[in-house]
């Protein structure tokens, strides 16, 4: 079945650590995504890809860093910079960027100790 | 004030009802709209989207004003299941159309 695979489904980081979040999908989208949802609120855009190599920043991108290397991985970076990192991690997939509805993983959840 | 705007709720109505929520946004240079339903600590999934005729898919029913820049969401004959929250998001014409911008959410409550 396609899908959008993201691990691991929970993440604790220390402090100063850098860590990656993995995005794998078999759905053949061209434009994959990484929202940051922190409790009762709505999606913020991280970063943005519309196709491989190239990739854009979203609304939120300080202290987070993005690949795309394959057009089916889309991995995520949370660097020691980012200094409020606890959050559900979600990514998203979609055909292009314009007119089509978003496939999203079942999301990390971050947790700094 | 936010791009897109969600009167977050919590919405509480008895099984049966019929519910409808809204989302203003302000960049009219907007094309696309979806709604999408969340359930507590899970993923979205997308709901449907919103045409300007509007378009209706069983109980649900999605406008779209563009004059007034709202999208609406209509639930009709409440379901148990359908508490959720109800995201919109909004994705800009062009060169910045990866750019999409979520609502923070309305909060449905059915109750028996």
């Known amino acids: 079945d396609g899908g959008i695979t993201q691990s691991p489904k929970y993440l604790f980081r220390k402090e100063g650590q850098n860590v990656t979040l993995s995005c794998e999908q078999n759905?053949?989208?061209?434009?994959m995504y990484w929202y940051r949802q922190d409790p009762g609120q709505g999606l913020r855009l991280i970063y943005y890809s519309q196709i491989v190599n190239d990739f854009q920043k979203g609304d939120i991108a300080e202290g987070y860093s993005v690949s795309r290397e394959k057009k089916e991985s889309f991995p995520l970076t949370v660097t020691s910079a980012q200094k409020n990192p606890t959050a559900f991690y979600l990514c998203?997939?979609?055909?292009?960027?314009?007119?089509?509805?978003?496939?999203f993983g079942s999301g990390t959840r971050l947790t700094v100790v | 004030r936010k791009e897109v705007e969600q009167d977050p709720g919590p919405f509480n109505v008895p099984e049966g009802a019929t519910v409808a929520f809204n989302c203003t946004y302000s960049n009219s240079a907007s094309q696309s709209f979806f709604w999408y339903r969340q359930d507590c600590r899970k993923e979205p999934k997308l709901l449907m989207s919103v045409y300007s005729s509007g378009n209706e898919d069983g109980r649900f029913t999605a406008q779209l004003n563009r004059a007034s820049q709202y999208i609406s969401l209509l639930i009709r004959d409440s379901k148990l299941s359908d508490s959720a929250t109800y995201l919109c998001?909004?994705?800009?014409?062009?060169?910045?159309?990866?750019?999409?911008?979520f609502g923070d959410g309305t909060t449905l409550t059915v109750k028996p």
């Open positions: 998203a997939s979609s055909m292009g960027t314009q007119n089509y509805g978003y496939t």
């Open positions: 759905l053949n989208h061209d434009a």
């Open positions: 998001v909004v994705i800009p014409f062009g060169t910045n159309a990866g750019k999409s911008t």
